[in-house]
């Protein structure tokens, strides 16, 4: 496994362009691109990232410089969202700053979507980027095809955090990030209100939650699931022993992103590490399960078209 500093310098060699964007109520934004704008901007294919708290935009590229994310991001713009003062190196925010709370910015961070002139978007978020990424969808419905959910906590805030962000110091120095300014983003993240009673009625598109089930955050998954409309959810936890999902599993988070988004019409040419040939026969026999599901799913959907309101994904499984 390579250090955290060889993948926080490998980070730094990745081609991406960088806008800044005023948000109403938040204050300046930077949005790390990832793919050609101009070309790709008015393609189905857009992905809006959103990363935890004692993370950076680094952990989605890193995730989608992953071998099995390479057809989907050839094909496809991602738009790393970095939250204030949240990239490596920044200096302390300024005194007179308030960091938003978690509903202003997924409130006001369609502004980014209408600055770039990209119409409908992918959301994925992790951790406590995830709680903003659920509401971004439920406030922008029309702007969001799917949304993706990774290690989610729905309930309300509390000091809970403080642990997890002592857990992670050692990462966020060898990534070189500002610790003062990662502790505004918990303090905000610490005082969220909780969004499990909002998302029956107000969460409108497909969304699949991953877990693992070693965070903390995954019986908090399950009770969210419970709580999206029947038919827009699916969830996949994942082994005993996995926390943190986009480091210790890409290739499965890939292949469950893929087969979601694929599931919504879009990266229809993009074929999945299962489809390639995956390596080990449990690999297979568990892909293949997931696969069946999902065309089961289909069908199901085919045969009853003429049921109002019938969503068109509906896969839930307990392990990849």
């Not at 978690?102 to 409908?120: E, G, K």
Request: with cysteine.
């Amino acid at each position: 496994m390579k250090s955290i500093e060889m993948k926080c310098f490998e980070m730094k060699q990745s081609h991406l362009s960088k806008h800044v964007v005023e948000l109403e109520q938040c204050g300046q934004m930077e949005v790390f691109v990832e793919g050609d704008l101009d070309k790709l901007k008015s393609c189905s294919s857009v992905f809006l990232t959103i990363h935890d708290v004692g993370s950076s935009y680094h952990s989605w590229v890193t995730f989608t410089s992953h071998e099995d994310m390479q057809e989907t991001k050839t094909r496809s713009l991602f738009l790393h969202v970095s939250l204030p003062g949240q990239v490596p190196e920044d200096e302390d925010l300024s005194p007179d700053f308030t960091f938003p709370d978690l509903q202003a910015i997924s409130i006001n961070l369609v502004t980014v979507l209408d600055q770039l002139r990209v119409s409908r978007v992918v959301v994925l978020g992790d951790g406590a980027g995830a709680n903003i990424a659920c509401r971004f969808a439920m406030f922008h419905p029309s702007r969001v095809h799917g949304v993706v959910l990774v290690n989610c906590n729905p309930n309300k805030g509390g000091n809970a955090m403080l642990s997890i962000f002592k857990g992670r110091k050692n990462s966020m120095e060898a990534c070189k990030l500002n610790l003062k300014n990662v502790g505004k983003y918990e303090d905000a993240v610490r005082k969220r209100e909780e969004i499990l009673s909002s998302v029956g009625s107000k969460l409108r598109v497909d969304t699949l939650l991953l877990a693992g089930r070693k965070s903390r955050t995954v019986q908090g998954c399950e009770v969210l699931h419970t709580q999206i409309k029947t038919g827009l959810c699916s969830i996949i936890k994942l082994e005993p022993d996995v926390d943190n999902i986009l480091e210790e599993t890409p290739e499965k988070a890939a292949d469950a992103i893929i087969l979601f988004c694929q599931g919504l019409g879009l990266v229809p040419t993009v074929q999945r590490k299962v489809s390639r040939g995956s390596k080990g026969a449990v690999e297979d026999a568990t892909a293949n399960a997931t696969t069946t599901k999902l065309n089961m799913a289909r069908k199901l959907s085919m045969e009853q078209l003429d049921v109002p309101n019938l969503r068109r994904l509906s896969l839930t499984s307990h392990m990849i």
